[in-house]
């Protein structure tokens, strides 16, 4: 059927229940499988990286396919899909799939069209230089970045997420074209606390953050706000019912308790708190999602705040160096960076990344207790030293 | 064609040939010397920093999105021809302020819906009038994302026609996001998408969003359950609770095959349904001595960029073993599977020497969420083995049980993994009338503040002060 042209389509306003489909759902996968899937579904053998961003599976039956997978912006405009549709029709039968990282893979059925594959993929570039299809992602490397909207769509954002995810990329490309450390690294980035993505169980993410506490509009918030959501909407109870002097209702803020979460903002438009000079950016470092050796892990706060410095944030990508650097030298094969972490202790993470230890990283919320030290177990660093001379322990 | 699976429904055909509404020459209508010369209406100069260096360039691509639609006859969109210029002037607007400039928040939506469309207006109407309307509609995507040109072609023109150009693929749920429309264009789209392209919008607020599964038996040769048809069949089964937010908050669902969690479902949903087995590991012990002879690359070649030696089976794959649980015997390799947890690593290290067991199910885990507001929390063990197989009567039981008690119980935006928090994962288990084990806790609980139900205690909590006082003077 062709797509309509009229501007409001088939849609008719005076009658807008007529012709109307719902609950349709999403199509069916079968129908996008490439032949070689739709043959082999289920009886794969065994698979094989060739190189890094090449994969092979080969099937019971022998049969193989081989993947070609390619970094992509996720953010992308009808150019560029309809790029990789000539792509997949000039070479992969018309078929192409996304991954969970929003990486692009191609697939195909026999060597031939695989290196033909590739040669056209890396010969496109942007007319300003950037690879258009990067091959890499696969193995003990640095993936794609998962991300957010940040300052494109979003209105809760204290830092931009595809600028951000483009400058570290660039710095890390040598990794995802290569698969040259101890184990998967992923890197994730959120444009703010609510984490939509993966933040909080990567190998090192990236945090859009805030530090001043909402400005409350107290001339509008009582029409525009439920004000108990608002309240409710608090983490630390920072957030009280007030009246302004004109008796109007609004809220008060405890500065003192605030820790800037913005989630108050998502409820009630009336306490914005971006903020130029305030917001940045937070490192996390040592969560993983899947059970290989040891338990899923949460990040954990490794740097607390580094501003956001556009467009190319040198001092998160310098930090992410030191981390991804240090790992690389330190950690054993196999070893995720949470599990070379938590061998060493975090106080040796911090030495051998030269990362600086600040109050900040100190869990102060509910469960803290857990995360201290409990035991005598320590290894001796510059960090302890600094503490036993403050003590008076040592001269 | 060999059909292994069939929809619900009688499958659409889409034809991009007939369904076009762009001819090849308008789709190519610049060329890469007009591309390399092109300025956008406003001053970009830190945006222009990015389409340096080697990773793709977002800004370079929304550049040939603008160039081509500024190319394009009047008459041949329906928005204004200028909207990615002003998104990528107040991009730059953004960088230089520290601030986003958007306005807080946007209900818009398609009719007999109540989800699917994020709205957004920017708080710089007159400067960037193009974007003053840019709402993003979610369209759900087939399981694990394979896609066709003639699907995506015809998306593109219908995204290019009533909408900016602008996508995302994908969004972190698992839905290809058109990015920015006019209100007065989400119907018309909701339209083409359903009669034309015959799918639907994905999920937003309170209630079942997308859900989405790793590739699974497509192309793994680890996959336990068929996370695409299970993804399917539960996407369709809960059409209604999807559309139209009757939930306390969110709630998600995400489908991994195995414990590497290659969608990442114990962090990222609310139920997360994760492959496994019950039987032995298969071990092909001549596979195992290619590996140790150094014919077969361990991890499949994922360390090839570094030389880390000889594989070494002891150190590599028994050494780390998270049991304990495997040794070599008289030079084959044995698994005491009683012991084993399935963490995937061996399988994982030698793909060619073992395979999962052949009695598979799912894991089922409940209750992951981000930070806000209680903390984050991953998924936890609920039920350690279900069969996973169509109907999926078993499974669509559980959902229902879990979502009628966090409907009944659940506070305003209260994730069920709050939920469960708050009343404690004891009560939990007991509406889904499921016995408590240990494979439900890490460890036992270290405090002594435990609580009875009045009536496994002999003689109750009604007690007379009187008859104490018999035994016990004041």
């Given amino acids: 059927m062709k797509l309509s042209t009229e501007k409001a389509g088939r849609f008719i306003l005076e009658k807008p229940q007529e012709n109307r489909l719902t609950d349709l759902g999403p199509r069916h996968y079968w129908e996008y499988f490439p032949p070689v899937i739709k043959e082999n579904y289920g009886k794969w053998a065994y698979h094989d990286m060739l190189e890094p961003g090449v994969m092979v599976h080969v099937s019971e039956t022998g049969a193989k396919v081989f993947t070609v997978r390619c970094g992509a912006a996720r953010f992308m405009t009808v150019e560029h899909v309809r790029e990789i549709c000539d792509i997949a029709d000039k070479h992969c039968g018309g078929y192409v799939r996304f991954t969970t990282r929003n990486n692009i893979e191609f697939l195909t059925d026999n060597l031939e069209s695989l290196e033909a594959l590739k040669a056209d993929l890396l010969s496109r570039k942007h007319v300003s230089g950037s690879f258009k299809f990067p091959i890499g992602g696969t193995g003990a490397g640095i993936t794609n970045i998962v991300h957010t909207q940040g ?8 830092t931009d997420a595809s600028s951000m995810v483009k400058a570290v990329s660039d710095e890390l490309f040598e990794y995802f074209t290569g698969m040259q450390l101890p184990a998967k690294v992923r890197v994730s980035m959120a444009c703010c606390l609510n984490m939509c993505g993966a933040v909080h169980c990567s190998d090192i993410a990236l945090l859009g953050y805030h530090r001043k506490p909402p400005i409350v509009d107290h001339e509008y918030i009582s029409k525009l706000c439920e004000i108990p959501l608002a309240i409710a909407a608090c983490p630390v109870g920072a957030i009280s019912p007030d009246k302004t002097a004109d008796g109007k209702r609004t809220v008060k803020i405890k500065n003192e308790r605030c820790m800037f ?12 708190l971006s903020d130029k000079e305030g917001d940045g950016v937070t490192i996390l470092a040592g969560g993983k999602i899947s059970n290989r050796i040891s338990e899923p892990k949460f990040s954990k706060v490794v740097v607390p705040w580094l501003p956001n410095n556009f467009p190319r944030f040198p001092e998160v990508i310098s930090d992410v160096k030191k981390i991804v650097e240090a790992y690389a030298n330190g950690a054993n094969k196999y070893e995720r960076l949470g599990d070379w972490a938590e061998r060493i202790g975090w106080e040796k993470f911090f030495e051998k990344t030269g990362l600086p230890f600040t109050e900040h990283l100190i869990d102060d919320y509910r469960l803290a207790y857990d995360t201290w030290r409990t035991s005598t177990q320590f290894k001796f660093t510059d960090a302890a030293w600094a503490v036993s001379k403050a003590a008076g322990g040592i001269d | 064609m060999l059909v292994a699976f069939e929809p619900k429904r009688p499958v659409k055909e889409i034809n991009y040939a007939e369904s076009r509404i762009y001819t090849d020459a308008e ?14 209406k406003h001053e970009i100069p830190m945006l222009e920093e990015l389409e340096k260096g080697p990773w793709p360039s977002f800004v370079a691509d929304a550049k040939r999105n603008a160039l081509h639609r500024k190319k394009l006859a009047d008459g041949r969109l329906l928005l204004d021809k200028e909207g990615s210029e002003d998104l990528l002037g107040l991009l730059e607007q953004s960088f230089e302020e520290g601030e986003t400039h958007w306005k807080h928040g946007g209900i818009v939506g398609v009719m007999g819906y109540g989800g699917g469309v994020i709205g957004r207006y920017t708080d710089m109407a007159e400067k960037y009038p193009s974007i003053a309307h840019f709402h993003t509609m979610r369209v759900n995507q087939p399981a694990s994302k394979f896609y066709d040109t003639n699907f995506l072609r015809t998306i593109c023109d219908l995204w290019s026609y009533r909408g900016s150009g602008l996508m995302n693929l994908h969004g972190s749920t698992g839905d290809l996001v058109l990015l920015g429309t006019v209100t007065e264009q989400l119907e018309p789209i909701f339209f083409e998408l359903t009669h034309v392209m015959d799918t639907d919008i994905g999920g937003s607020g309170s209630n079942l969003r997308t859900p989405s599964c790793c590739i699974g038996k497509a192309r793994c040769e680890f996959a336990c359950v068929d996370t695409q048809e299970l993804s399917y069949e539960l996407t369709n089964h809960y059409q ?24 990442a479902s114990i962090a990222r949903s609310d139920l997360s349904f994760i492959g496994t087995w019950r039987d032995d590991i298969r071990i092909d012990q001549e596979a195992v001595k290619a590996y140790i002879a150094g014919e077969i690359k361990p991890n499949a070649g994922a360390h090839g960029g570094r030389d880390w030696g000889k594989f070494d089976i002891q150190k590599e794959v028994i050494g780390l073993c998270p049991t304990g649980c495997m040794a070599m015997e008289d030079g084959k390799l044995v698994i005491d599977n009683a012991n084993c ?7 994982n290290t030698m793909p060619r020497a073992l395979k ?10 409940c209750g992951a969420k981000a930070p806000i507001l209680d903390g984050a929390q991953m998924a936890t063990l609920l039920v350690p083995f279900m069969k996973a197989e169509p109907p999926y009567d078993n499974i669509k039981e559980l959902i229902e049980k879990i979502w009628e008690w966090w409907m009944d119980e659940g506070k305003n935006r209260e994730r069920i993994g709050e939920l469960i928090q708050r009343v404690g994962l004891p009560k939990f288990i007991e509406v889904l009338e499921l016995p408590p084990a240990p494979q439900m806790v890490k460890a036992p609980r270290s405090n002594p503040y435990i609580f009875w139900k009045e009536e496994d205690v002999i003689g109750g909590w009604d007690r007379d002060i009187n008859d104490y006082r018999k035994r016990h003077k004041r």
């Avoid at chain 1, 300052?151 to 204290?158: D, G, L, M, S």
């Avoid at chain 2, 908050?249 to 590497?260: A, L, M």
């Fill in chain 2, 356 to 365: 999962p067991g052949t009695d598979t199910g799912i894991s089922l885990l």
């Fill in chain 2, 341 to 347: 947890t399935r963490c995937m690593h061996c399988i």
């Fill in chain 1, 151 to 158: 300052y494109i769509h979003c209105h809760t954002p204290a």
């Fill in chain 1, 261 to 272: 979460c913005g989630n108050c903002y998502t409820m009630c438009q009336a306490l914005p």
């Fill in chain 2, 27 to 40: 789709l190519n209508n610049y060329t890469e010397e007009e591309l390399k010369n092109f300025k956008v």
């Fill in chain 2, 240 to 263: 209604d609770e999807l559309h139209r937010p009757a939930f306390p908050y969110k709630f998600k669902f995400k489908f991994d095959g195995c414990p590497n969690g290659c969608v």
